[in-house]
């Protein structure tokens, strides 16, 4: 696990440097520069990518609904199924970029362990996604949105220079503007790149995140704006609060988030960990996943793609314990396969979808010992937020993803959600929790290192 650190060598390069004109001229603007044009690039076009994977996700779900109705003839679905898995599984054998939710690639790219070609990534990223949504497979934008934000941000600095030192703050304010743009969340979008991806303070990382996520956020506003698409990514209008008199739940919505978070990680180490011995090659699971799909869409439309469906449907108190407790086992075990087959798709909005469901279950349990109904939802929100944190292990990117993501900046609200997240985040260091994607890409560089070593020897 990396520790957070400050990071200050830009600011004592400049000042003990001879000429600060030099660094000024030679590194300050034209990194400024080069992101505030990634975050221009970015802005646009990821917007322009999680649109169309909305529409792509809701012919899925009528896919699916009419396909398990009866209208849509069962054999027409398959069909569409199997020619699905058949290029998802060619894809990725093609092009490795395109596996997986490219959170954990994008990382060890910005860190510097892992060497990319960014258009490559950028192709497979919006290819492999779109094929994911038509599918309805249980994978989110957020992810790839992430990859594609930083391979833009790659290009812009390749195509301007190609300059090593500047390549991963360009990168990274690429990788922020995605954030924001597919969250809708500028500040957000900030904090993961510095707590999440670099996990160090460093001003000039700071200040070129901060350029590209203002271009991106304000573009991704009016094109929002002319297309139709949602001003925020959660619609909590109307949602109850939790009485002062309950804040006690605060207290086993932080544990149950913790102790869910550490099984589901180590549910997916454990996967990828059965992966990497497996002698069957990566792409052979593909067809296993879809077929798992296929049957869960027809039977179970409701768990249909990312799960934000089903979120917005717990926030609208449409669910009862049972379905819920359904939905959740479905949803977890989909995921889980998901990571094992490694379609292109990222995993933050399942995760999310997962928290979700794991708080309105504690606040059913909550209305036994008084907790008002109307406050399932805003338990589930909670929950959804401290699970995540847990997952991801950045607690303060997590709280700002609730204000942005809802629009909720009352404190009444917002001190829940503090406290909640940090009851679980202390459990989870009792559980040696580590960052999920953290652990994903340090192992998969070992992998690679041991690769290469066993090759040379």
């Known amino acids: 696990m990396r520790a ?59 896919l699916g609904y009419e396909a398990g109705g009866g209208k849509l003839p069962l054999a027409t679905y398959i069909l569409v199924m199997a020619f699905a898995a058949v290029f998802m599984a060619f894809f990725i054998k093609v092009l490795p970029e ?39 497979l249980p994978v989110g934008a957020e ?21 090593e030192k500047a390549r991963r703050y360009v990168a990274n304010s690429g990788v ?27 001003p000039l990382m700071l200040a070129s995140a901060c350029i590209s996520v203002i271009y991106a956020i304000t573009l991704r506003n009016c094109l929002g704006a ?18 002062v008199e309950m804040w006690w739940l605060i207290l086993p919505m932080g544990i149950f988030a913790a102790v869910a978070a550490r099984i589901f990680n180590a549910s997916i180490l454990c996967m990828d960990k059965l992966s990497s011995r497996s002698k069957l090659p990566v792409w052979s699971f593909i067809p296993v996943l879809f077929l798992v799909v296929m049957i869960v869409n027809i039977f179970l439309p409701q768990n249909i ?60 349990i909550g209305t036994e010992a008084g907790l008002p109904e109307g406050a399932i939802p805003m338990a589930a929100l909670i929950t959804m937020s401290a699970f995540f944190g847990s997952c991801i292990g950045a607690p303060i990117t997590v709280v700002a993803l609730f204000a942005e993501t809802t629009g909720i900046v009352d404190s009444y609200v917002l001190l829940p959600v503090v406290l ?5 985040q202390i459990v989870s260091k009792l559980l040696f929790q580590k960052p999920l994607y953290d652990t994903l890409w340090e192992r998969d560089v070992r992998r690679e290192a041991a690769k290469s070593a066993a090759a040379n020897a």
Do not use: H
């Open 176 to 202: 922020a503007a995605g954030v924001a743009s597919a969250f809708i969340a500028p500040v957000t979008g900030i904090l993961f790149v510095m707590e999440e991806v670099q996990r160090k303070f460093n």
């Open 305 to 364: 793609g990312s799960g934000a469906t089903i979120i917005s449907s717990i926030f609208d108190g449409e669910y009862s314990w049972r379905s819920v407790l359904l939905l959740l086992a479905v949803k977890f075990v989909l995921v889980v396969l998901v990571f094992r087959a490694a379609p292109t798709g990222g995993m933050m909005v399942p995760m999310l979808a997962i928290g979700a469901m794991i708080g309105a279950l504690v606040g059913f």
């Open 98 to 136: 395109a596996r997986g939710s490219g959170i954990p690639r994008t990382e060890a790219f910005m860190c510097g362990k892992k060497k990319l070609d960014w258009k490559k990534m950028c192709f497979a990223t919006v290819v492999g996604s779109c094929v994911s949504f038509l599918s309805g």
């Open 4 to 62: 957070f650190k400050f990071d200050y060598s830009d600011i004592t390069d400049a000042l003990i440097a001879p000429a600060v004109t030099d660094y000024v001229f030679r590194r300050l603007l034209p990194v400024l520069c080069k992101s505030a044009v990634a975050g221009v690039v970015a802005g646009v076009l990821v917007t322009l990518f999680n649109l169309a994977l909305e529409y792509l996700s809701e012919i899925a779900q009528y």
């Open 226 to 243: 002319a297309l139709g698409m949602k001003a925020v990514f959660f619609d909590v209008v109307g949602l109850g609060v939790i009485p």
């Open 420 to 424: 909640t997240v940090l009851v679980a």
């Open 143 to 163: 992810g790839p949105s992430v990859q594609f934000g930083g391979g833009l941000g790659a290009g812009v600095e390749e195509m301007g220079g190609n300059d």
